[in-house]
């Protein structure tokens, strides 16, 4: 991936730490990881584990032996990854070991084939996977058989290897990811929230909303949109898990997955050439490097309205269930409609930073299409309509992706939702979609962006019911033809 932003700009624009890494290689050198003994005597998880730690050390991460990883106050310290092979006691689980489930990722590894098939619907094997997380409290799971071995995690990613030992290549292009990068959802104070703010009684808001309802009963008859994971569905080991898990969740019902979004209309100034950009404040815009120029780029203000996490995305209620985001030198911020329900609280999305990053993405692309090709259509579309967001954890057919829409990303460490890489990947793959665009003559009107282990980001200026009806037309041709 091109660097077309500094990481200085990138923390600007998204208030991303100039120091993420965003390489399997660079995400190896900062990972530090301990590992737990196993409980029982298990030869197939003491050879795997073995080669689990050469392998790490050989990627460049840290491994600490016994007593290196714990401190002052006996508990394994913040930021260390801890790795548990096999099953444990309730008083010996790693969760014990650590102060908080934000502070340390714990993999638990076991010896058995992965609870899932293939074949099997999304949302039945998100719901196995998650079922095992919240048993063993862990945040990724490893299953290992004398053939292979299979990283599941919480977002529904299952990926396989069939070698009954980790290598080298596959633990870093793959495993150290998903360790770098926490799925948590953003905390309190990480994001500022304006309560009663969004006003649903205009005749706008009627019309943006009325796009989410038509665009939920499309996708309602796909099973590629998984919905939601319940909090109290889970088999817990005791209540006290049940209350860390809550705690976690920020005492969410559960884990939703996926969302839909629309960025509201947004004229943005065109950029122009760094060497003439004394009219534009230095601290109201970037630099970028894209079709062989460098561009001084306005930082826009966004506004984004998306489905409530938690909600049924499928049966969106247009009073309660949509939220308003954006994002405002580099702090997002969420907005909640009056009238809400006690028991319908509102939490940040788990993707709130990805979705400003790509309703910012979109902006920016706004402004350089404006400099390098007048005749663009995008920045008149932005303008007048805005764009839809669409997220699901599957990947779309080739074919059924709309003329104007450029792939990218596929190439990209598979890195989950709600963390920084992944909205660093929304806002750097797009500008690298542009290039390709201008680069090739093509008309670019958005993009889809491939989460590797994760799902797709569909961005552009179709509605979400134009972009519901794109990818489910072998469902919709079912449904016409099916006899009431």
């Known amino acids: 991936m091109t660097e077309r932003i500094s990481p200085e700009s990138m923390h600007r624009i998204l208030g991303i730490p100039p120091s993420t890494p965003l390489t399997p290689s660079a995400m190896a050198s900062a990972l530090k990881v301990a590992f737990c003994p196993l409980h029982d005597p298990n030869q197939r998880l003491e050879r795997f584990t073995t080669a689990l730690q050469g392998a790490l050390k050989a990627c460049g ?10 401190g002052a106050d006996g508990r394994i310290m913040a930021g260390t990854v801890v790795i548990a092979p096999g099953s444990y006691p309730d008083h010996l689980l790693p969760i014990n070991r650590v102060s908080t489930l934000y502070n340390n990722v714990i993999v638990g590894i076991y010896d058995e084939p992965p609870p899932v098939a293939q074949g099997d619907e999304p949302q039945k094997a998100l719901d196995a996977v998650v079922g095992r997380l919240a048993w063993d409290m862990v945040h990724l799971v490893i299953y290992v058989t004398g053939i292979s071995w299979t990283i599941c995690s919480m977002n529904g990613g299952v990926t396989s290897f069939d070698t009954p030992l980790p290598e080298i290549r596959d633990v870093l292009d793959t495993l150290v990811p998903k360790l770098t990068a926490q799925v948590v959802p953003p905390r309190a104070g990480e994001i500022d929230t304006f309560h009663e703010a969004l006003d649903t009684s205009t005749g706008a808001f009627a019309t943006v909303a009325r796009d989410f309802v038509e665009c939920g009963m499309i996708w309602e008859g796909n099973p590629l949109l998984m919905s939601h994971t ?44 760094a060497d003439r950009s004394g009219h534009l404040l230095r601290e109201e815009s970037v630099e970028v490097s894209i079709a062989g120029r460098v561009l001084r780029v306005p930082i826009p203000e966004v506004r984004v309205v998306t489905t409530r996490s938690g909600c049924r995305k499928t049966a969106v209620d247009s009073r309660y269930d949509l939220v308003e985001t954006g994002i405002r030198q580099g702090r997002a911020w969420l907005a909640t409609p009056a009238g809400l329900p006690r028991e319908l609280a509102v939490r940040p999305s788990f993707d709130t930073l990805t979705i400003v990053a790509h309703a910012v993405g979109n902006a920016m692309a706004s402004s350089i299409l404006q400099a390098l090709r007048p005749e663009a259509s995008f920045p008149e579309r932005l303008r007048a309509s805005g764009a839809s967001m669409t997220h699901w954890h599957h990947y779309p057919e080739e074919s059924s992706l709309p003329i104007g829409y450029i792939v990218h990303g596929n190439g990209n460490p598979p890195v989950s939702c709600s963390t920084p890489q992944s909205a660093a990947y929304s806002l750097l793959g797009k500008l690298d979609a542009l290039d390709r665009a201008i680069a090739e003559g093509s008309e670019y009107l958005g993009d889809v962006h ?21 990818l489910n037309r072998e469902i919709l041709v079912e449904t016409v033809a099916t006899p009431a």
Do not use: W
């Open 61 to 70: 991460a840290c491994v600490l032996g016994d007593g290196e990883a714990a």
């Open 230 to 273: 319940s909090r109290d569905g889970l088999a817990y080991r005791s209540g006290f898990f049940r209350k860390i898990v809550a705690r976690y969740l920020d005492d969410r019902s559960g884990m939703s997955y996926g969302f839909f979004a629309r960025q509201l209309p947004l004229h943005a100034a065109p950029a122009i050439d």
């Open 450 to 470: 491939i989460e590797p282990g994760h799902g797709t980001n569909m961005v552009g200026t179709l509605s979400l019911t134009e972009t519901a009806k794109t």
